[in-house]
């Protein structure tokens, strides 16, 4: 039998239980941590949404966004979104060999970054290629890019809603951080928030083993972040 619960019923019969008895021994997991209480006056400053456990390429192909935000490289693109997103949808016209193609027809040495419009019928990919192929996609990079970004969508309403690879774990396209490995995701919110992108960012799926550390489901996070990083509460 369910003990009495303070907050409603999630699951039909022992569910709830069930399921905080099996938590524990769940892997792949997050605690979500809600940044603020519901207000009566909504608060209307942009945000990033962070949609954890959420499915990017279904959510894609659902038709749920306008715009897919990604990186593209002119060398290799089989293993990216971009590539997988192509392939699955019926009226797209770019495969793995057309996506690399044209990537490689803006690739260049003079250090500007770029990003490339695909029109894939149902949505349009965004596709980052950063400056040169030998060097690294950085934070400064991005924030580059995405400076971009948020001026083609603020330029054409139509590109709304939008939503971002979050840009870690990737291969061809990895990430890098200041210190020479792959900054965290809230460099990488805060680098796109910054540069005036307000869509919606899927975190990668290795972050589910962090159920150990509360996680908010938007950016920027909240004021309380900062007074415990600083020792209070």
Known sequence: MIEQMKHPQIYDGDGDALMQKEHGDMGDRISLVPDALPSKTPDLTPRIRILWGQH?????LAGRYCTLVCAVNPHD?????????????PTSQWNQQSLT??????????????VLKYDMDVVEVLGILRPSQNAPMTLSVLSDAFRIVAEMIRRKPGRLPSASVSFLGARANKLIGPAGRE?????????MYDAGYSGDVYPPPAMWQAGDVGVFARYPFPP???RIRGGGF
């Not at 990017?56 to 894609?60: K, P, S, T, V």
């Open 77 to 89: 693109n089989s293993h990216g979104i971009i590539s997988q997103l192509a392939e699955l949808l």
């Open 183 to 191: 900054p965290s995701f809230e460099s990488i919110l805060r680098a």
């Open 224 to 226: 309380s972040l900062e």
């Open 101 to 114: 193609a044209h990537a490689k027809q803006f690739a260049g040495s003079d250090g500007r970054v770029r």
């Open 56 to 60: 990017l390429l279904e959510d894609l």
